[in-house]
């Protein structure tokens, strides 16, 4: 988990912005990336569902590799 420390500012006395270092920044940036790739995955993994798998042991003998 992030611990954030943002600056929050206002407009017309109402919470309107909130300001990170951006360090802080690069940090929510990663996970929100980390957590795309990991939706995609989930997703490709689901799409694939019951697909037929082969281990790469049996993939290698069939190229003669």
């Given amino acids: 988990m992030i611990t954030l420390h943002p ?17 802080e920044f690069e940090k929510v940036q990663k996970e929100l990336d980390d957590f795309e790739d990991l939706k995609l995955l989930r997703a490709a993994k689901a799409e694939e569902g019951g697909a037929r798998v082969s281990p790469i042991a049996a993939i290698r003998e069939e190229l003669n590799i």
């Fill in 7 to 23: 600056s929050i500012l206002e407009r017309d006395g109402k919470k309107a912005f909130a300001v990170l270092t951006y360090e």
